[in-house]
């Protein structure tokens, strides 16, 4: 089955289809852990996260971990020959659980030949969101792999099999990437995954630091959708937050449930879960069919996410300055090229894609963001982000490396604190020692 027809028909309207990140180098707790997903009391659908030497192509390694048992960080898919990918597989994916293949690779050739030998026809990825954030491979190389093997992906359609791509584009490094930012990649990449063959696709977008500011995020990410891509077969994936993680147990429990929240109102239809080891360790599989029946105890089927009725009826959610923001970074994108490969390459070069706090030759560096008194994240400076009068230029603003640890660990202290308080509502921890007015945009002078 495509796995975006199955998410489409269990998620969404207040129900959610829940899924963990993991991923075991031994094939038997791989496979031990896809059957526990799937018999998670939550609808769910697996997932086999790679281990870090296949993402970068380093097999050599791969080997010589099997070779001395010292273990693996995730499954080596191209490095076990496909009988064990079949084997862990069997009698576990079916009609009602399909899987997902996860890596994180700018270089992702051999993985996508493993994955099409096996017909899994779910991974995620992207030329921009798995190139810059993480490693050194040159934008224009990504975009190369990525375009031949989404055009060699889509053949699977040949085999009767639906291939399916989720955009990592609105998980740009974690955190402290504003949300219009974050809804245009996601968005961009999806349009990628579509002019290269794929029909079914899924955006993503992460929890970020301010609840209203994501459910206005997640409201322009599905209207774009709706307005720019050539396919009716998407949905939108929730990430619980990526960043830097609530010590307890109760804290991190808290954030899950505002990330399910998020992805209940919005009317998203997956979310992927967090557990309360990510501060600490590598979760086991106990703790993340705990993440998973949590979260989905959250979803409330039938409802009517807030999103649609608050569209039409309040200017803020439907136009708001975060879908304006994307739509002028999308427009001014496509302006480039009809090649969105070749749009995306020249985005960059001309800093009209800049990932705040991105190291990333190919970054040009010149944005920053922090996080205001009231929790939301804000554009300290906007270098050459087509944005025009969107966002106003205000008193200068400086982002010192103090701030930026602060606001690294903001969501993690807030939670805790608010973990410690009882688990009730508790005011956001800040203002911070630099708060400005309450969130006019203001600029940031290197």
């Known amino acids: 089955m495509d796995f975006g027809t199955f998410v489409r028909a269990h998620g969404g309207h207040g129900s959610l289809v829940v899924q963990p990140r993991m991923g075991f180098g031994d094939p038997l707790r791989m ?12 609808v769910t659908v697996g997932t086999i996260t790679l281990d870090s030497f296949t993402r970068v192509g380093e097999l050599a390694s791969v080997e010589a971990a099997l070779r001395d048992g010292s273990g693996l960080n995730g499954y080596p898919v191209v490095t076990y020959p496909p009988r064990v990918t079949e084997r862990v597989l069997d009698g576990v994916r079916a009609p009602d659980f399909p899987v997902q293949v996860r890596h994180g690779s700018a270089v992702p050739g051999d993985i996508f030949t493993a994955l099409r030998s096996a017909y899994l026809n779910a991974t995620e990825g992207g030329p921009v969101s798995y190139c810059l954030p993480y490693g050194r491979t ?11 093997c989404t055009q060699d992906f889509a053949r699977l359609r040949d085999t009767g099999v639906e291939p399916h791509l989720e955009t990592f584009g609105g998980c740009m490094l974690g955190q402290l990437c504003p949300p219009s930012e974050l809804v245009a990649i996601s968005l961009v990449e999806a349009l990628f995954f579509c002019q290269h063959g794929v029909r079914s696709v899924s955006l993503s977008y992460a929890q970020q630091t301010h609840p209203g500011q994501d459910r206005e995020a997640i409201a322009a990410l599905r209207r774009l959708c709706r307005e720019l891509l050539p396919t009716d077969n998407w949905h939108v994936v929730v990430y619980a ?15 899950l449930d505002e990330a399910a929240e998020l992805a209940v109102d919005s009317g998203s239809e997956r979310l992927i879960v967090k557990t309360v080891a990510e501060s600490r360790r590598i979760p086991t599989i106990e703790e993340n069919v705990a993440a998973l029946e949590s979260a989905a105890r959250k979803a409330r089927p039938g409802r009517a996410p807030l999103a649609a009725p608050r569209a039409a009826a309040a200017p803020d959610l439907a136009d708001s300055q975060t879908y304006q923001e994307a739509r002028a970074l999308v427009e001014a994108v496509l302006d480039l090229s009809s090649d969105i490969g070749t749009a995306l390459r020249l ?4 800093g009209l894609f800049d990932i705040p706090y991105c190291l990333h030759p190919d970054n040009h560096g010149r944005t920053r963001s922090y996080i205001d008194g009231d929790g939301r994240l804000r554009w300290a400076a906007v270098g050459g982000l087509p944005f025009g009068g ?13 701030g930026l640890l602060a606001d690294l660990s903001y969501v993690r202290r807030t939670f805790d604190e608010r973990a410690a308080a009882g688990g009730g509502r508790l005011e956001r921890a800040g203002p911070r020692r630099d708060d400005n007015d309450g969130g006019s945009p203001v600029r940031w002078d290197p």
Do not use: C
Request: aromatic share 10%.
């Open 241 to 255: 937050y990526m960043g830097v993680y609530p010590q307890t147990d109760a804290g991190a429990y808290l954030l």
């Open 347 to 350: 985005a960059f070069a001309r």
């Open 390 to 402: 969107l966002v106003r230029a205000g008193r200068t603003r400086d982002v010192s490396s103090s």
């Open 31 to 42: 496979r031990e852990g896809l059957i526990a997903t799937k018999g998670a009391d939550a």
């Open 138 to 148: 040159p934008l224009h190389d990504s975009v190369r792999n990525w375009e031949r």
